[in-house]
C-alpha cells in the first residue's frame, strides 16, 4: 500500500511517499478488531467456536500476526476447568487454560491472552478463538451475560513488519 501526500500547489507538486515495505521491522503496519456477545455452551472435551473471528491480509509475506484475545467465560458448578485454543484457518496454533475447579459455585472470568504468528502469506487469513470444557461434569459458556453486559469477548490483530 503506498500513501501519497501532495504538498504545496502552484510552484509545482512534491510528493512524499510512504510505502509499507519501507517501514522497519517491529512497526505496526495494520490493526483489525473483533468483538462477539454470542453466547456458546460447551459440556464436553471438544473444541468448538467461541464465534470470536477476524482476517486480515499481511502485506508482506516476512510479516507477524500478533494475536491479542480475551474470552469472557462462565463455568457452572462441577465443570471443572477448560481451554482457549487459537487457530488459524483449521492449524491449530496454540492453546491455553483457563479457570479453576468450581466445586458447588459457578464462576465468571474473562482470559486474556497473546500469540504471535508467522502465517508467511500476503492472502487473507482467518483466526478464530475455540474453546472447550475439561473435567468437571458442568458446563464452560463463553460470551454469558448476567444482565450486567460481562457478555464480551474481542480479539485484536495486529499485522507487525517482518
Do not use: C, W
Amino acid at each position: 500500500m503506498a500513501l501519497t501526500k501532495v504538498i504545496g500547489s502552484g510552484i509545482g507538486t512534491v510528493t512524499n511517499q510512504f510505502v509499507d515495505a519501507n517501514m522497519s521491522a517491529g512497526s505496526v503496519l495494520q490493526v483489525i478488531h473483533a468483538s462477539t456477545t454470542a453466547e456458546v455452551a460447551s459440556s464436553s472435551d471438544t473444541f468448538i467456536d467461541t464465534g470470536l473471528t477476524a482476517a486480515i491480509t499481511p502485506s508482506a509475506s516476512s510479516s507477524k500476526i500478533l494475536i491479542i484475545y480475551s474470552v469472557q467465560q462462565f463455568m457452572t458448578a462441577a465443570a471443572g476447568y477448560g481451554h482457549l485454543k487459537v487457530v488459524r484457518g483449521s492449524t491449530d496454533l496454540a492453546t491455553h487454560g483457563f479457570g479453576n475447579y468450581a466445586g458447588s459455585s459457578t464462576i465468571m472470568s474473562t482470559s486474556s491472552y497473546q500469540h504471535l504468528d508467522s502465517p508467511s502469506t500476503t492472502s487473507a487469513t482467518t483466526y478464530k478463538i475455540q474453546f472447550n470444557r475439561h473435567g468437571g461434569g458442568g458446563s464452560v459458556l463463553s460470551q454469558y451475560d448476567d444482565g450486567n453486559g460481562e457478555g464480551v469477548s474481542t480479539m485484536v490483530l495486529m499485522e507487525i513488519a517482518g
